[in-house]
């Protein structure tokens, strides 16, 4: 015969179980940012025409592209001023260089 405040108290740790698995899960969710460096040889860097050195991006292929254009001077660059590496949010905050580029590259707005 089984206990009901052995199923109570089963049922209650489940609950505090699973609330710290949820607010650890939420902590990772909610800092895209990572250590590591976004490399020209990612699969998905390449199809984006990714570049660590933005005067080295295929003129031919990205005709849009403009030297001025630098992940420093991207919207979704969010590298402390002057660093050299950042985190760039649509590469999941991997670290990419101040002066890559790739084809996503938008305009930073003024602050
Ligand atoms: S999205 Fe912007 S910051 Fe990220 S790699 Fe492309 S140009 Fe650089």
Same mark, same amino acid.
């Given at each position: ?8 108290? #089963?049922?209650?740790? !489940?609950? /505090? ?5 949820? @607010? ?5 969710? %909610? ?28 003129? #031919?292929?990205?005709? !849009?592209? /403009? ?5 420093? @001077? ?5 590298? %402390? ?31």
């Amino acid at each position: 015969m089984s206990n009901p405040l052995n199923s109570r108290r #089963v049922f209650m740790l !489940r609950v /505090a179980c699973g609330g710290a698995a949820l @607010s650890a899960t939420h902590a990772f969710a %909610a800092d895209p940012v990572s250590n590591e460096k976004l490399t020209e040889n990612d699969a998905y860097a390449k199809s984006m025409g990714f570049r660590l050195d933005s005067s080295k991006v295929d003129k #031919v292929k990205y005709p !849009r592209h /403009a030297a001025d254009q630098k992940c420093s @001077s991207c919207q979704l660059f969010s590298g %402390a001023p002057g660093a050299e590496w950042g985190p760039c949010s649509f590469f999941g905050g991997r670290l990419v260089n101040k002066e890559g580029w790739c084809r996503n590259f938008k305009v930073k707005k003024a602050a």
